[in-house]
């Protein structure tokens, strides 16, 4: 049975409007196609990045992770459409979005003659209901928000909902207009009011929107050429819908960070920022002791156990573990594929890569470990580095149980230290030391055996 009610538009009038059952499936159609001129780069702007990941993927992960209402995704691309594609088809390789790779569909924009072109080229492939319009350079929006709004646009039963903010700062969103009885009529840019306007309208676009597909089929075509612009925008799909007696629904955010859009190099740097508070508040509600979040650098999927310290100045990549009750910092690096595990301390200017710590190890300052198996109850001492690169081959040196390294060995990989072997202050080890052996010297000997 169709859903009949009644709509009264600008002048008053009356239409009694058709409207299909409101359908909890969704069309996600994320907008990719821009060049991002402000950004000054030759690269898309969909794959500057973000905590390590470009800013699509951070869109598409949440998009993946609402599946209770988005069953599939269309990634509308232009600009080197085609490097674009092969950036997210990597993440869906690596297992990294939740979403099956027959579920995200590709169309191509062929050419950039703006949103509402490009929202028509993703509807071409749309198959639900309902769609839901993102863009793919807003990377902070999140899945809770999402279901939210998606919730919010079935109850409203109306053909659109647009989720906005009320932001009191400046910025260049787009304005909703509202009549005077509080009905959505438009979308204004900031530069199209007068100063008067934009302080009266507060309530700004974030250029995410929820659509009846059907509905939006029919008013897409009503949308005029921008003279100025030369482009075809999908904010004005609003007082085409108004005009036509329909209801704009909207659903106002509470945390106006999420529609943060990437235009400059400026607008990565505070989406940055803020994903990492957010990615520092999560941990320490886990139980991690962060003494500065904001000046401490953790990727996205960095695994850390509770009661683990973490110091100022600390950068930690992604792919990477560290154990519970562990001392980090201040100023180290922690790079990709590093395993860390319990009651271990890495203190001052301390970097490793690609490493796997044992429990109880102290590798306190001044020191690079890169590809090497420290095990169990190991002391490093300042200033020791361990050479893994030759040149051609990144080599592995392993470090057994109870091993002592004096301050300002050098340890040129591939070598192995036995277990509670001991190398003096100074040394060049080139080549394996056995168990419980005290080396020293350039090239390191053997000056005695442990008792």
Do not use: W
Not at 38 to 63: A, D, F, N, Q
Not at 315 to 344: A, M
């Amino acid at each position: 049975m169709p859903y009949y009610r009644s709509v009264k538009n600008l002048h008053g009038a009356n239409y009694e409007k058709t409207i299909n059952p409101v359908m909890t499936d969704f069309t996600a159609i994320i907008l990719a196609a821009g060049k991002g001129v402000r950004m000054k780069s030759p690269l898309p702007k969909v794959l500057h990045t973000l905590r390590g990941r470009s800013l699509i993927y951070h869109v598409l992960r949440e998009v993946s992770l609402t599946r209770k209402y988005i069953k599939e995704i269309v990634v509308v691309l232009g600009y080197k459409g085609n490097v674009v594609k092969k950036e997210i088809e990597k993440y869906l390789k690596s297992g990294e979005l939740a979403f099956e790779r027959s579920k995200i569909k590709f169309v191509y924009q062929k050419q950039l003659l703006g949103t509402a072109d490009a929202v028509k080229c993703g509807l071409s492939a749309a198959g639900c209901q309902n769609v839901l319009v993102l863009c793919g350079d807003a990377p902070l929006i999140t899945r809770q928000t999402l279901v939210s709004f998606l919730a919010s646009y079935i109850k409203s039963k109306d053909v659109c909902s647009i989720l906005s903010a009320h932001l009191e700062t400046k910025n260049e969103l787009g304005r909703i207009i509202r009549d005077d009885e509080g009905a959505i009529k438009a979308i204004r840019e900031k530069g199209d009011l007068s100063y008067g306007e934009q302080l009266k309208f507060t309530e700004v676009n974030s250029g995410i929107y929820a659509f009846d597909s059907e509905t939006l089929a029919k008013y897409l075509e009503k949308i005029t050429l921008n003279e100025r612009k030369k482009e075809y925008f999908l904010t004005d799909i609003i007082e085409v819908l108004y005009g036509g007696g329909y209801k704009i629904n909207s659903c106002l955010l509470e945390n106006s960070d999420e529609i943060l859009g990437i235009n400059n190099h400026l607008d990565l740097a505070c989406a940055e920022s803020i994903l990492q508070k957010r990615a520092c508040l999560a941990l320490m509600e886990k139980g991690v002791r962060i003494l500065d979040p904001k000046s401490t650098f953790i990727a996205q999927g960095v695994k850390i156990g509770k009661n683990t310290l973490i110091y100022p100045f600390t950068f930690i990549e992604r792919n990477v573990i560290i154990g519970s009750n562990c001392f980090l910092g201040p100023f180290i690096h922690v790079r990709e594929g590093t395993n860390i595990s319990d009651n271990t301390s890495l203190g001052n200017f301390v970097e490793i890569c690609r490493s796997k710590v044992g429990k109880n190890v102290k590798i306190k300052h001044f020191s690079y470990t890169g590809d090497a198996r420290v095990q169990d109850n190991v002391n490093i001492g300042a200033g020791t580095v361990i050479a893994n690169y030759d040149g051609k081959h990144k080599n592995t040196t392993v470090i057994e149980k109870g091993a002592f390294i004096g301050s300002d060995s050098v340890l040129v990989a591939p070598v192995r230290i036995g277990k509670g072997a001991v190398t003096g202050a100074g040394s060049v080890v080139t080549k394996n030391v056995k168990s419980k052996t005290v080396v020293v010297g350039v090239p390191a000997k053997v000056l005695r055996k442990k008792n």
